[in-house]
Nanobody, 120 residues
Framework: VQLQASGGGLVQTGGSLRLSCAAS????????MGWYRQAPGKQRELVAK???????TYADSVQGRFTISRDNIKRTVYLQMNSLKPEDTAVYYC???????????????WGQGTKVTVSS
């Protein structure tokens, strides 16, 4: 299973970015999909996640500014980031929990990371 993330970049405070992450490979089914981020010198933290049924969870720091969504046909998860702040600067990682077969356990997969920089 491979995850290909895109959409990071440099943006000014108050700007917007949209991250995408597509899962490919031998996937039987996709469960939760999510985004995490890691700022320099800090631990990786959950930004947002979405279940296969569409239920969402957000970190308090992004609630109301970020929106996570998914396209189950394309096996892609999106993160729309609005009203960006300098403290949102980090490397963003997509995460997918998926089965590779009918009797398979659920495995945890990570994308390569995409850098988001918000200038003040």
């Amino acid at each position: 299973v491979q995850l290909q993330a895109s959409g990071g970049g440099l943006v000014q405070t108050g700007g917007s970015l949209r991250l995408s992450c597509a899962a490919s490979g031998s996937i039987f089914s996709v469960n939760d999909m999510g985004w995490y981020r890691q700022a320099p010198g800090k631990q990786r933290e959950l930004v947002a996640k979405i279940t296969s049924g569409g239920s969402t969870t957000y970190a308090d720091s992004v609630q109301g500014r970020f929106t996570i969504s998914r396209d189950n046909i394309k096996r892609t998860v999106y993160l729309q980031m609005n009203s960006l702040k300098p403290e949102d600067t980090a490397v963003y990682y997509c995460n997918v929990m998926a089965r590779i077969g009918y009797y398979s356990a659920i495995y945890d997969y990570w994308g390569q990371g995409t850098k988001v920089t918000v200038s003040s």
